[in-house]
């Protein structure tokens, strides 16, 4: 097992209390999965994500679980140790690449860099390694692009940077941020279509942060759909589109899908108050099948072997 999170729980401080951002999530990935995290933004993906890579913001506090690395609990490092973990066998790439490059530095160089901070390579040896990374992530001649600065990129050759950033070290996992953020829908599919290359060709471990599950069907091994800070379902690419079980997931579904008129399907209603959340399942507000025995927490059903799903309606009849 590569990453494992144990009942998670990471609440943020706010003036009047706690916003319960993850709230009792566990995952498993393991080595050379391609794992999707979908959801609505305030589903407490990005937390999630963030906690693994040991970067959230302050104030936050984890209030309870645990994290597992390669077999280290992250919560028992030292800084140190962390940092060298997040930056050489955690790689992460942001929505915005243009809000973490540097705009007074050549991208080349913003490259090299991590090659010289974490593999001790010399400036010569790390400018080389750079231009085959630009390579690797399909920049069009990359001994030009290496000596521009950020402001000359594409947003998807910025993005296309952002993963050479992430990928330059030879991660283990690479945790990929709505990596397709406000990029058009034919430079979308090529970033994916180059994220799915890196996982086949670098064998390498991939969590897939989206809130819509179309754009992740023809690259996720798995699919983990989070509500409100709670797992609702789990299931491998083709049962989560061929047979949704949890109706948030159908929802999903349904908002993710294009009409004739390119309007997409809204969920009525909206995310609960994570600071005051409801009790029991926290989609029940919004869910049409909701029922009384909803009041309380559901618990995990299994309707298929590898996959698990948290609602009622798999748990017998409303009392």
Same mark, same amino acid.
């Given at each position: 097992?590569?990453?494992?999170?144990?009942?998670?729980?990471?609440?943020?401080?706010?003036?009047?209390?706690?916003?319960?951002?993850?709230?009792?999530?566990?995952?498993?990935?393991?080595?050379?999965?391609?794992? !999707? %995290? #979908?959801?609505?933004? +305030?589903?407490? $993906?990005?937390?999630? @994500?963030?906690?693994?890579?040991?970067? =959230?913001?302050?104030?936050?506090?984890?209030?309870?679980?645990?994290?597992?690395?390669?077999?280290?609990?992250?919560?028992?490092?030292?800084?140190?140790?962390?940092?060298?973990?997040?930056?050489?066998?955690?790689?992460?790439?942001?929505?915005?690449?243009?809000?973490?490059?540097?705009?007074?530095?050549?991208?080349?160089?913003?490259?090299?860099? !991590? %090659? #010289?901070?974490?593999? +001790?390579?010399? $400036?010569?040896?790390? @400018?080389?390694?750079?231009?085959?990374? =630009?390579?690797?992530?399909?920049?069009?001649?990359?001994?030009?692009?290496?000596?521009?600065?950020?402001?000359?990129?594409?947003?998807?050759?910025?993005?296309?940077?952002?993963?050479?950033?992430?990928?330059?070290?030879?991660?283990?996992?690479?945790?990929?941020?709505?990596?397709?953020?406000?990029?058009?829908?034919?430079?979308?599919?090529?970033?994916?279509?180059?994220?799915?290359?890196?996982?086949?060709?670098?064998?390498?471990?991939?969590?897939?942060?989206?809130?819509?599950?179309?754009?992740?069907?023809?690259?996720?091994?798995?699919?983990?759909?989070?509500?409100?800070?709670?797992?609702?379902?789990?299931?491998?690419?083709?049962?989560?589109?061929?047979?949704?079980?949890?109706?948030?997931?159908?929802?999903?579904?349904?908002?993710?899908?294009?009409?004739?008129?390119?309007?997409?399907?809204?969920?009525?209603?909206?995310?609960?108050?994570?600071?005051?959340?409801?009790?029991?399942?926290?989609?029940?507000?919004?869910?049409?099948?909701?029922?009384?025995?909803?009041?309380?927490?559901?618990?995990?059903?299994?309707?298929?072997?590898?996959?698990?799903?948290?609602?009622?309606?798999?748990?017998?009849?409303?009392?």
């Amino acid at each position: 097992m590569l990453l494992s999170v144990n009942d998670l729980q990471i609440y943020y401080q706010v003036q009047s209390g706690f916003v319960k951002a993850v709230d009792g999530v566990s995952l498993d990935i393991d080595q050379g999965e391609v794992v !999707a %995290l #979908v959801g609505e933004s +305030g589903s407490g $993906k990005t937390t999630l @994500a963030l906690a693994v890579s040991n970067l =959230l913001p302050s104030p936050s506090k984890v209030m309870n679980g645990s994290i597992t690395f390669n077999g280290k609990t992250l919560s028992a490092l030292g800084d140190e140790e962390l940092s060298q973990i997040r930056g050489k066998e955690i790689g992460m790439v942001f929505q915005e690449p243009a809000s973490y490059l540097n705009p007074l530095i050549k991208v080349g160089d913003q490259i090299s860099e !991590a %090659l #010289v901070i974490h593999e +001790g390579l010399s $400036k010569q040896e790390a @400018a080389s390694r750079t231009k085959a990374i =630009l390579e690797k992530v399909r920049i069009p001649d990359a001994d030009r692009v290496y000596h521009y600065y950020p402001h000359q990129l594409s947003g998807g050759m910025a993005q296309r940077i952002g993963i050479g950033i992430a990928i330059s070290c030879d991660p283990s996992l690479l945790i990929a941020d709505e990596p397709t953020s406000n990029l058009d829908v034919t430079v979308q599919a090529q970033i994916l279509h180059l994220l799915k290359e890196l996982s086949r060709d670098l064998k390498l471990t991939i969590l897939l942060i989206s809130h819509d599950l179309g754009l992740v069907s023809g690259m996720a091994d798995r699919v983990v759909i989070m509500y409100a800070g709670r797992i609702a379902e789990e299931a491998n690419v083709h049962s989560i589109f061929k047979n949704p079980q949890h109706p948030y997931t159908k929802a999903l579904l349904a908002s993710s899908r294009v009409s004739h008129k390119n309007e997409g399907i809204t969920i009525g209603g909206s995310l609960p108050d994570l600071m005051n959340p409801p009790p029991g399942c926290r989609f029940a507000p919004r869910c049409p099948y909701a029922m009384s025995k909803c009041e309380k927490d559901p618990q995990e059903f299994k309707p298929e072997p590898k996959s698990r799903v948290f609602c009622w309606l798999y748990g017998g009849k409303d009392e």
